[in-house]
């Protein structure tokens, strides 16, 4: 019973903390299409993790761990590709702003 109990606790705890990450992101965004692509990339982050928390609880023994280890391995890459691609389109809307208000087409 403890363990179910550290179990739900746990997560909630990783919502939680979730959850004011993906409002630090949103607020943290500078530009609209910054703030866009921030808001669609945490909307995918959100939808998948909670697929796979919904398959670890659905799926027997060893197919629960594989799919949380799979997904684990996975976002990784995805969270890297994801900051690297809001660093782009940072650096290109404040170059479109600094081009806008120095005059230089």
């Known amino acids: ?17 979730a959850a004011v990450v993906t ?3 949103v607020r943290g965004s500078r530009g ?29 023994g060893t197919w629960r761990y594989a799919i949380v280890l799979a997904w684990i391995i996975a976002a990784v890459p995805l969270v890297y590709r994801a900051a690297m691609r809001r660093q782009l389109i ?3 809307e404040e170059l479109k702003r600094t081009t806008r208000t120095t005059g230089d087409n």
Do not use: K, Y
């Open 1 to 17: 019973m403890f363990i179910w109990i550290l179990g739900w606790i746990s997560l909630a705890a990783a919502v939680l903390i």
């Open 23 to 25: 409002a630090q992101n």
């Open 32 to 60: 609209p299409a910054e703030r866009r692509f921030v808001l669609w990339s945490c909307t995918g982050m959100w939808a998948a993790s909670l697929t796979v928390l919904a398959a670890a609880v659905v799926l027997d």
């Open 90 to 92: 940072r650096e290109a």
